[in-house]
């Protein structure tokens, strides 16, 4: 079973800090997904990634296979990127469910 | 529909009663996915389905829980005997293939037992 870890698991900012939120699995995947939680709101999907770099808006991601490490990278940071943000895993060899991480609970303070 | 729905959105139920949730995918995808999140934790795995059958159900706590997609879209996961620890927020997913495809989630539901 892959074991997903998530650093910091909280983080408190201040509005226009930069911010990056890390993610490390112990097992080869085919993907990895960054996922967004609001207070009780459901879950969106931030990216999805299995190599490189993605960036969409001031969010970026970024992702080394061989070191099995992720980052989550947030410019210019706002009070309304306060959120949970969750790291999560597919498998690599077989098909099947996401493992997650247990999620970062990040507040910028304005 | 355009994105997953869950309903109900929230269920209050007492101790040793049956619960159904329901989750609606979008139109299309193929792979079906439960999880459940308690509080201060990430979403843990409970079923998956591709199409109509439970490709993996080992997430699945014990045999008072079951999933159902008989016809291959709308899901239903269904609790008998209810019990407090199974207080959560219960988590539908969805994508076009399994894997790595984008994963889509619904709002969840959230079931209080009491």
């Known amino acids: 079973k892959n074991e997903v870890e998530q650093s910091p698991q909280n983080l408190t900012a201040q509005e226009g800090e930069f911010i990056t939120i890390n993610c490390s699995y112990s097992?080869?995947?085919?993907?990895l997904h960054w996922l967004q939680q609001h207070p009780g709101g459901g879950i969106v999907s931030l990216f999805m990634?299995?190599?490189g770099k993605k960036k969409h808006g001031r969010l970026i991601a970024t992702i080394n296979i061989q070191e099995k490490h992720s980052s989550l990278h947030i410019t210019a940071s706002h009070p309304r990127d306060s959120a949970v943000y969750i790291c999560?895993?597919?498998?690599?060899?077989?098909?099947?469910?996401?493992?997650f991480g247990k999620g970062t609970h990040l507040i910028i303070q304005p | 529909g355009a994105g997953v729905s869950q309903t109900p959105s929230n269920k209050v139920t007492e101790k040793g009663k049956y619960v159904e949730l329901r989750c609606d995918p979008i139109?299309?995808?193929?792979?079906l996915y439960w999880y459940r999140q308690s509080l201060g934790q990430g979403p843990e795995f409970l079923i998956y389905?591709?199409?109509?059958?439970?490709?993996?159900d080992s997430g699945l706590p014990n045999d008072r829980f079951f999933a159902v997609r008989p016809e291959g879209s709308v899901s239903t996961l269904k609790i008998q005997r209810t019990e407090r620890g199974d207080s959560a927020v219960y988590l539908c997913?969805?994508?076009?293939?399994?894997?790595?495809?984008?994963?889509?989630f619904g709002q969840g539901t959230r079931l209080t037992v009491v």
């Open positions: 997913a969805s994508s076009l293939r399994p894997g790595v495809t984008e994963a889509f």
């Open positions: 389905f591709q199409g109509t059958g439970a490709a993996d």
């Open positions: 999560a895993v597919a498998p690599g060899s077989t098909v099947g469910e996401l493992t």
């Open positions: 097992v080869g995947i085919s993907a």
């Open positions: 139109s299309g995808h193929t792979a």
């Open positions: 990634l299995s190599s």
